[in-house]
């Protein structure tokens, strides 16, 4: 057996809402703990410049907005640790967290700040050109295709909404379709179909990207497989992915309710979960806005619904 120690606060994850949550926890007096996870600094650290957290008018290289966080989180003595958590048993308080297959935290309060990964196709080209033209967040990164020509794959509503979205901004989207149909709901079709600066190009996967310094086009083929299938490239500058995001919550499911997409539920308006003592903050529990802004938000809700649960316990 490991080593075993005790903590009244344990975080797990490091994006903004891990790192807001170390903030509200450490002046609170709780004396966090945080594991940063197999992405330290989170999602954030895999985007060039961040211009729409505030405080930051000129804009921010993800990385050094999350080093900020993180000498923040420091600043107020949260133990900050690198470490990946391998098992979690949320049968009974104090909670059980194994690190690094190893390690075993017994914590009184725990705010689980895992974050979510999009998919991707699983192109070499994607890791290639992360940065510098693929991107998983049209609301994050739109901004810098004003006047230019992007992709959005997929055929969903959060397709439809990217596609709409940076049809305001950018010259010409392109929907990349597998289908030869719209999943989308036929509102969001309609407002795609009339928008004139969308182009929806249906039956074609995408195969492979190109540019010298970045994404210049797309290697498409149209009807893969049957015997008109045609190869298309395409002249683009930015390359958006929208083909779902994955909560990283499988080691929770056994005890946290989740939704069908594997988002762990909150009550309503609250990062409580279906445990008393385990709280949500970030994209793990948010299907919906997943932006730095609303993350660290919510790190703040489960932070000083952490500090109230300690409380009462001691009433």
């Not at 059980?96 to 725990?110: A, G, H, Q, S």
Request: with cysteine; hydrophobic share 40%.
């Amino acid at each position: 057996m490991g080593e075993t120690e005790k903590t009244r606060c344990l975080i797990i994850g490091s994006g903004p809402a891990g790192y807001t949550a170390a903030i509200y926890a450490g002046r609170a007096n709780l004396a966090p703990v945080l594991y940063e996870g197999l992405q330290p600094g989170g999602q954030l650290t895999t985007t060039t410049d961040v211009e729409n957290f505030p405080g930051y008018p000129q804009g921010v290289p993800g990385t050094d907005l999350m080093e900020d966080l993180k000498k923040q989180a420091a600043r107020f003595e949260t133990d900050i640790r690198p470490g990946i958590v391998t098992a979690v048993d949320l049968s009974s308080a104090p909670y059980r967290v194994t690190v690094n297959d190893e390690k075993t935290v017994e914590t009184e309060t725990l705010i689980v700040a895992t974050g979510a990964s999009a998919r991707y196709l699983g192109l070499a080209d994607e890791h290639k050109y992360a940065g510098m033209g693929v991107s998983a967040c049209a609301t994050c990164d739109g901004f810098f295709y004003r006047r230019k020509r992007v992709a959005v794959v997929g055929g969903g509503d959060t397709a439809c909404e990217d596609a709409l979205y940076l049809s305001g901004l950018a010259s010409h989207v392109c929907m990349i379709v597998r289908k030869p149909f719209l999943r989308a709901s036929k509102v969001m079709q309609r407002k795609v179909f009339d928008t004139p600066n969308i182009e929806v190009l249906f039956e074609h996967h995408t195969v492979g990207l190109f540019g010298e310094n970045g994404v210049e086009g797309a290697h498409l083929v149209r009807r893969r497989g049957m015997p008109d299938e045609e190869r298309v490239d395409i002249a683009i500058d930015g390359f958006f992915l929208a083909i779902g995001h994955t909560p990283n919550s499988a080691l929770f499911k056994p005890w946290l309710e989740t939704d069908s997409d594997g988002y762990i539920v909150t009550r309503p308006g609250t990062p409580c979960t279906n445990l008393p003592g385990v709280f949500v903050a970030g994209d793990v529990g948010d299907p919906v806005y997943r932006q730095a802004i609303t993350a660290a938000a919510s790190g703040c809700r489960a932070a000083i619904e952490a500090e109230r649960y300690l409380t009462m316990k001691q009433m």
